[in-house]
């Protein structure tokens, strides 16, 4: 298995929902991302877990809230979140310190999330 | 990780080789280029990555300037399907690391039919 698997593939929430991504890899890797994907813009870097601790969290605003639950799974929970929060939400694994690998990173296919 | 510039879009004809360009004149001698593209609605998706020497795979070339200053990815014949933005990536290489991609504007190649 070489994917990273996102659902759902796309979410519609109101201002007052509570809401969750998830991300599943079974590669074996064990540092795992979130990146937000504005229409016409490249992706940015949200959150980092690295064997299952966050080891970096780029600024992201307290409604945003990831959790690692084991090495395979990644989810986001979302909460009160804002029209300007309407995104592609991408997960991506890779495995830490394994060299030249040619596969780097992977990335799933996202979640489209609209917030009414 | 040093900083890229690359046009934002190209256009090349169906069947022709594509050339996409990147500077990256501030690049150490530990940074590795990776290349990435993204078809619309879907994951970047890994591409090629060398360090000085020109490197081929399935996907494409990878060619990069004796001074490493700048280097050209290669789709020897392109398809519709290779319609994509490319982002070229200077990092050190961490294997698959754990500190993230950053990625610039990257070029849109648009493949005429």
């Known amino acids: 298995d070489t994917e990273v698997t996102q659902t759902p593939k796309h979410l519609v929430m109101g201002m007052t929902n509570k809401k969750s991504l998830k991300c599943e890899q079974h590669m074996g890797h064990r540092a795992m991302y979130w990146y937000k994907q504005k229409a016409k813009k490249p992706p940015e870097l949200m959150f980092v877990y690295s064997y299952e601790k966050l080891s970096i969290n780029e600024s992201v605003p307290s409604r945003f809230s990831p959790e690692c639950p084991n090495s395979s799974l990644l989810n986001l929970h979302l909460h009160a979140l804002q029209p300007e929060d309407s995104a592609l939400y991408l997960c991506?694994?890779?495995?830490?310190?394994?060299?030249?690998?040619?596969?780097?990173?992977?990335f799933g296919s996202g979640t489209r999330l609209t917030v009414v | 990780d040093a900083k890229t510039t690359q046009p934002p879009s190209m256009d090349c004809a169906e069947g022709r080789a594509a050339n996409l360009p990147c500077n990256h004149s501030t690049i150490s001698g530990n940074e590795y280029v990776y290349w990435y593209r993204q078809i619309h609605s879907q994951g970047p998706q890994y591409i090629i990555h060398g360090l000085k020497n020109n490197e081929t795979n399935e996907m494409a070339s990878l060619i990069i300037t004796e001074d490493r200053k700048s280097s050209t990815l290669i789709l020897p014949h392109a398809t519709l399907r290779d319609t994509a933005v490319y982002y070229c990536i200077v990092r050190v290489n961490l294997g698959g690391g754990a500190d993230g991609l950053t990625f610039g504007k990257g070029t849109h190649l648009i493949i005429q039919p």
């Open positions: 991506a694994s890779s495995q830490p310190g394994q060299g030249s690998s040619s596969y780097g990173y992977t």
